[in-house]
């Protein structure tokens, strides 16, 4: 059993478990709050560990089912130049959800087991991607505002506290930045376009606003495990500051493309330098959470399809490993 301060949401630090010494839990906090890197060999707070596999994994999830509200447009692409962008672009999430898988793998936790989580319904992932894509004027949305609000949150992980995180998100949000830039291409030309091609992107506009603002998490009211994970240096930012740079990054964006935010009591605000938006609505965040978005089941469905597709793959590729292994052996 965890101290009681997992039962105040975090908002206390958490101090030791059972069998954890304070003097291992004291020395740890104090190489994090040192700025030093945690790596997987060393002393860690059994509730630090599962924080990470929690998130880490399910920032995983995210970007495998990630590939799917994009993946619908490649066959559809309007050019042979933006077919090749986006089997990029959705290549390039496979590549991020093996990197964060394989960052998880390093706490002590297997791949199956996460996929299985995953599978089951068990973990989640992010709220975003169970909403459609039905146009492609959404491609471009998601580029410009998923991947915008992703960079947003995935930049102060690079200073995360727990080395291997850190590394795969260098390069992670190396290609997340040429993302959103393409997805900006893609509303910018229709901004440019035709009075229906305008029309197609501010409905984008419209469709993906509110869901990429609660993208970010709760509010940090809200949020149960942000203060914990601040203290860990896990996170750098809470949730609320986060969508706040989101916000004022991206509505200027929106003014350059002659598109209007959804969001009628949105202003700018002098005192505070920032732009103030609306109530958000957290009961639909609260739905989708809940596995009644748009798309909840389809995209698990899709998931549990493409395991059940590829089990031919892992098998063959466990029996090559057993050969190779038996070989070398041989071979010794
Ligand atoms: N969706 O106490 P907090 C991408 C859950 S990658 C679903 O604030 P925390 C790239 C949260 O898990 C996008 N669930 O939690 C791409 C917790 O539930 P639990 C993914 C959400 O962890 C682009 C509960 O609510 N990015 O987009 C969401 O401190 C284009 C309480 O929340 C990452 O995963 C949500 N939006 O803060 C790919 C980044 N928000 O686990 C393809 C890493 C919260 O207790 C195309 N993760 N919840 O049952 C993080 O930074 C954090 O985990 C947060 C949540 C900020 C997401």
Same mark, same amino acid.
């Given at each position: ?164 995180? @850190?590394?795969? /998100?260098?390069?992670?949000? %190396?290609?997340? #930045? ?7 291409? =893609?509303?910018? !030309? ?36 942000? @203060?914990?994970? /601040?203290?860990?240096?896990? %996170?750098?930012? #809470? ?7 989101? =916000?004022?990054? !991206? ?9 209007t935010i959804p969001d009628a009591q949105l202003r700018w605000d002098e005192a505070t330098q920032h732009y103030i938006g609306g109530p958000i609505d957290w009961s639909e965040f609260n739905a989708v959470l809940k596995g009644n978005g748009p798309c909840n089941r389809e995209r698990l469905q899709a998931r549990r399809t493409a395991w059940e597709a590829g089990r031919w793959v892992r098998e063959a590729a466990s029996a090559h490993a057993e050969k190779l292994a038996a070989r070398t052996t041989q071979a010794a």
């Amino acid at each position: 059993m965890y101290t009681q301060a997992l039962d105040t949401h975090g908002k206390e630090p958490v101090v030791a478990a059972a069998g954890e010494s304070a003097a291992h839990a004291a020395r740890f906090q104090s190489r994090v709050d040192a700025d030093e890197k945690i790596e997987p060999k060393d002393w860690m707070p059994d509730a630090y560990r599962q924080t990470l596999i929690r998130q880490i994994s399910q920032h995983a999830h995210s970007e495998i089912v990630g590939m799917l509200p994009e993946g619908n447009w490649i066959t559809r692409a309007p050019s042979l130049r933006r077919k090749a962008v986006l089997i990029a672009k959705v290549q390039d999430e496979g590549g991020h959800g093996m990197y964060l898988y394989s960052a998880a793998e390093t706490l002590g936790v297997t791949r199956d087991h996460l996929f299985e989580q995953l599978l089951s319904g068990a973990a989640k992932y992010s709220s975003i991607f169970n909403y459609p894509t039905l146009t492609w004027a959404d491609v471009g949305a998601i580029g410009w505002l998923v991947d915008g609000a992703a960079i947003m949150n995935q930049i102060p992980i690079c200073r995360c506290s727990y080395g291997p995180y @850190a590394r795969a /998100m260098v390069r992670i949000c %190396k290609e997340e #930045s040429f993302h959103q830039r393409q997805g900006f291409e =893609i509303m910018l !030309t229709l901004a440019q376009g035709t009075a229906a091609q305008r029309l197609m992107a501010q409905e984008a506009l419209n469709h993906w606003w509110w869901p990429s603002v609660m993208m970010f998490g709760p509010s940090d009211a809200d949020s149960k495990h942000t @203060a914990q994970s /601040m203290r860990w240096k896990i %996170k750098r930012f #809470s949730n609320d500051e986060l969508r706040q740079k989101f =916000i004022d990054v !991206t509505v200027p964006q929106a003014h350059f493309l002659g598109l209007t935010i959804p969001d009628a009591q949105l202003r700018w605000d002098e005192a505070t330098q920032h732009y103030i938006g609306g109530p958000i609505d957290w009961s639909e965040f609260n739905a989708v959470l809940k596995g009644n978005g748009p798309c909840n089941r389809e995209r698990l469905q899709a998931r549990r399809t493409a395991w059940e597709a590829g089990r031919w793959v892992r098998e063959a590729a466990s029996a090559h490993a057993e050969k190779l292994a038996a070989r070398t052996t041989q071979a010794a």
